[in-house]
């Protein structure tokens, strides 16, 4: 098995092209939350259409991973990632020319597509090329993931402001795309193939009860953070915050995704058994969304950093379980890309049901309490994910 350990420069532009990759994989989505009610202004626009803004998108990544390890084993990884970041270019920068809810819509899709083709080769990549240190490269390249959201939910609506168009807030994150087009189409020859794993694909894990509890496991995590994604922002403005403040809270609470993205993987990298580390997370999640609730107006910076924290962790940590039940890169590859299918589709639906509860009930409360409930339950789960029986569940 190829290793990059024996190259350190190779690692090192190898690793930053990855980042860069990662980068362009929530810009799409998480521009949209700080600039709707501009959005809104232009296009006919209800909560619950505009919870498809992000529903379809994760719809789409959740669908398009289960062919896109299939794709990567045709024409290759390389080839693959070069091919999604197209889409996510384009999809992005079409932007600058909607004029209606479907065409908004059919661009987030797109890019959906473009991400879920890179979430699922990316994983089998890194567990190959670090196999030392798969949870602290983990941790990086999902932290780049939630650093693209941070620099997008952060910076859209400064866009907007400087440029007076929503539109350019939306459009201008094809920059990222095409730089990390170049760094990575330069790492074409420091990519072998992916080793393969005989006849063991997919499809053997829809038969696999353990595969399921994994996928549910991620996807009502994923739940948290799509919602907190779709809506955070439009809580604050209806909580009488500016759009610009109320951007500025979420790109504070994807820094702290950021953060925790990178420490706890590093503290987890440690241990064989990490379910201390999970349940520590999901217990920051819970604390954040009571305080939202019951006080969003006091220590008000205090419940996005739990938040941010504990989903921050969370989102690496789903994932590094899953590539921890199995030894081959291939097979792990395959399970992570399992995994995210499923779990993306729960998480898909999550903005719109609680989008719903907003268009029914006349608040965003109510939503929250729904998915401190949902936290609850995986704290529940994680008692499973004892590491000294995952062999037995993949034989």
């Keep these: 098995m190829e290793n990059v350990h024996a190259k350190p420069t190779t690692a090192v532009w190898l690793m930053l092209s ?5 980068l362009n994989l929530r810009p799409s989505m998480a521009a949209v939350g700080p600039l709707l009610s501009s959005i809104r202004g232009d296009v006919p626009l209800s909560f619950s259409s505009a919870a498809l803004l992000t ?73 190959t090329r670090f196999n030392q240190n798969v949870s602290l490269f983990m941790g990086l390249y999902v932290t780049a993931i939630m650093g693209g959201a941070a620099l997008a939910a952060s910076f859209a609506p400064f866009v ?26 330069a790492q074409r020859s420091t ?25 549910i496991f991620f996807g009502l995590g994923t739940a948290s953070y799509t919602c907190v994604l779709a809506w955070l922002a439009p809580y604050y403005v209806e909580q009488g915050w500016s759009e610009q403040n109320a951007g500025l809270v979420l790109g504070f609470l994807t820094a702290m995704e950021v953060v925790s993205g990178l420490i706890t993987p590093a503290i987890a990298n440690r241990r064989q058994d990490k379910r201390s580390v999970v ?19 006091h220590v008000s910076l205090l419940w996005p950093c ?7 962790g969370l989102f690496p940590m789903s994932l590094i379980l899953s590539l921890d ?24 639906v999550s903005p719109l049901i609680a989008g719903m509860i907003r268009d029914r009930l006349g608040s965003f409360e109510w939503a929250w309490w729904a998915l401190t409930g949902v936290i609850v339950v995986m704290l529940l789960m994680v008692t499973r994910f004892d590491p000294k029986h995952y062999a037995r569940h993949f034989r």
């Excluded at 990855?18 to 990662?22: I, M, N, R």
């Design 279 to 297: 349940a520590t997370l999901l217990v920051l999640i819970i604390l954040g969304f009571c305080g939202l609730i019951l006080a969003p107006q």
């Design 306 to 312: 739990l938040l941010g924290l504990g989903i921050g």
């Design 55 to 127: 529903m379809l998108p994760v719809m789409a990544m959740g669908l398009a991973m289960f062919f896109g390890m299939g794709l990567a084993k045709r024409v290759g990884e390389h080839r693959s990632i070069v091919l999604s970041l197209g889409v996510i270019g384009v999809a992005t920068l079409s932007r600058l020319w909607l004029d209606s809810a479907l065409e908004l819509i059919v661009s987030a899709i797109a890019a959906g597509v473009g991400i879920a083709l890179i979430q699922a080769v990316m994983p089998a990549l890194i567990k």
């Design 160 to 185: 907007q402001v400087q440029t007076g168009s929503w539109r350019i807030g939306l459009a201008i994150w094809a920059m990222l795309a095409v730089l990390a087009l170049v760094f990575w189409y």
């Design 325 to 348: 039940h199995l030894d081959n890169p291939r097979r792990a590859g395959g399970l992570t890309a399992f995994v995210q299918g499923i779990g993306y589709l729960i998480a898909g």
């Design 18 to 22: 990855v980042v860069l990759v990662a």
């Design 191 to 215: 990519l072998p193939p992916v080793p393969q794993a005989g006849s063991d694909t997919q499809e053997r894990f829809f038969g696999n009860a353990r595969a399921w509890l994994l996928a």
